[in-house]
């Protein structure tokens, strides 16, 4: 009689582990960041569409170095915020909102980093390989002026 109550604990237990380490699958909005506070008075935010981002970690399986140092000099294991790599056409300190995340601020590039493509960091390897590669909306802080 205990092995019977202790299997649907068990199964519960189990259930809500993997819930845990399971990717999230609510829908993503696509709507323009017009509900988050702007990162500095005097500009707008500008869709750019939709990019392929692949998350990564400071380590050498996803950088080939585990330094942690970020093309531009960021430390990025110790960077307040969230961080991305981005192509050469988007310059270092340059914000971007990622729909279902939020804002990050580009301080990196990666070789395979082209064309409608981006790479978000994460502190930790696992949580780079639970992001894996997503297909988001993305939007770029415009200065007026």
């Not at 380590?59 to 170095?65: L, N, Q, R």
Request: charged share 15%; proline share 7%.
């Amino acid at each position: 009689m205990r092995t019977a109550a202790i299997i649907p604990i068990f199964l519960l237990l189990l259930a809500a582990a993997a819930a845990a380490v399971a990717p999230a699958t609510a829908p993503v909005t696509a709507t323009a960041p017009a509900t988050i506070t702007a990162p500095a008075p005097g500009g707008a935010w500008a869709p750019m569409g939709e990019y392929r981002i692949t998350g990564y970690s400071a380590c050498v399986a996803c950088c080939g170095k585990s330094d942690g140092i970020t093309a531009d000099g960021t430390y990025a294991p110790g960077f307040k915020g969230r961080l991305a790599s981005a192509p050469k056409g988007i310059p270092f300190g340059t914000r971007l909102w990622i729909a279902g995340v939020g804002v990050v601020e580009v301080h990196d590039r990666g070789g395979a980093i082209k064309g409608r493509r981006l790479e978000l960091f994460f502190q930790k390897y696992n949580e780079a390989l639970q992001w894996g590669v997503q297909k988001r909306q993305v939007w770029i802080w415009k200065e007026n002026g």
